[in-house]
C-alpha cells in the first residue's frame, strides 16, 4: 500500500506562486489533479518515474511545472503566475504503469491539498 502525502496548499492572490509537495515512495509515475466544487477531477500534470516525459493540462503550460526528487520520494508542483480559476482541491496521485490523463489510471490518491486564489 502506497501512502500519499500532499502538502503547500493555502491562499494566495492572483498573480502569486505556490509550490506543492507530495510525498511518495515506490517506483510509479505520478500525477496531479484538481477539483473545484461542482465540477469534476481534472488532470492539471503527469511525470514519468525518471522525470524525463511530463504532460500538462493546456491551460496551465508554461505557468506550472512538475518536477520530482526520486531520493527524496518527494514530487511537485510549482505553480506561477495563479489565477483565480485555479483555485480547486489539488490531488496527488500514483500510477504503477505511464501517467494519463483520466483518473482510473491511477492506483493510489492523496488526500488533497486545498489551494484558493483571491482576485
Known amino acids: 500500500q502506497v501512502q500519499l502525502v500532499e502538502s503547500g496548499g493555502g491562499l494566495v492572490q492572483a498573480g502569486g506562486s505556490l509550490r506543492l509537495s507530495c510525498a511518495a515512495s515506490?517506483?510509479?509515475?505520478m500525477g496531479w489533479f484538481r477539483q473545484a466544487p461542482g465540477k469534476e477531477r481534472e488532470f492539471v500534470a503527469g511525470?514519468?518515474?525518471?522525470?524525463?516525459?511530463?504532460d500538462y493540462l493546456d491551460s496551465v503550460k508554461g505557468r506550472f511545472t512538475i518536477s520530482r526528487d526520486n531520493p527524496k520520494n518527494t514530487v511537485y508542483l510549482q505553480m506561477n503566475s495563479l489565477k483565480s480559476e485555479d483555485t480547486a482541491v489539488y490531488y496527488c496521485?500514483?500510477?504503477?504503469?505511464?501517467?494519463?490523463?483520466?483518473?482510473?489510471?491511477?492506483?493510489?490518491w492523496g488526500q488533497g491539498t486545498q489551494v484558493t486564489v483571491s482576485s
Open positions: 511525470i514519468n518515474w525518471s522525470g524525463g516525459s511530463t
Open positions: 515506490g517506483r510509479y509515475a
Open positions: 496521485a500514483a500510477a504503477a504503469n505511464r501517467y494519463a490523463a483520466r483518473p482510473r489510471a491511477y492506483d493510489y
